[in-house]
């Protein structure tokens, strides 16, 4: 069943770690890719890009309002995400344990699924 690990990173700290460090942590990042490959569960991952674009239709509006961030209001950010082939939650949450990110960011383990259950 799938599950997707969502990185919830700090807002700024992306800038703070700097070129340099930021690219060390990624190579980190694509060598657990790489290890999600070879055991056969990765489906799609990727780092997003910031800032981020919020798009808004309130009940009535006539078009959708459009937020181009940063938004001074968030503390944390999506930074990127897994989607997982895992055969239980349990596998996901150990998977979730492995993940380099999580020594500097929150991974979080959700099951996807129909939005009405």
Do not use: K
Request: hydrophobic share 45%; proline share 7%.
């Amino acid at each position: 069943m799938p599950h997707m690990l969502l990185i919830i990173e700090p807002v700024g700290q992306r800038e703070e770690r700097g070129v340099e460090g930021g690219q060390a942590l990624y190579q980190r990042m694509l060598d657990f890719t790489e290890e999600l490959r070879r055991d056969g569960v990765l489906m799609a991952s990727s780092s997003l890009a910031t800032p981020a674009t919020r798009l808004q239709r309130p009940a009535g509006a006539a078009a959708p309002r459009v937020l181009d961030g940063p938004f001074a209001e968030a503390r944390e950010m999506v930074g990127g995400f897994f989607l997982l082939n895992c055969a239980t939650r349990q596998a996901a949450l150990d998977w979730a344990g492995r993940c380099p990110a999580a020594a500097w960011a929150t991974v979080e383990v959700r099951e996807t699924g129909p939005c009405f259950t």
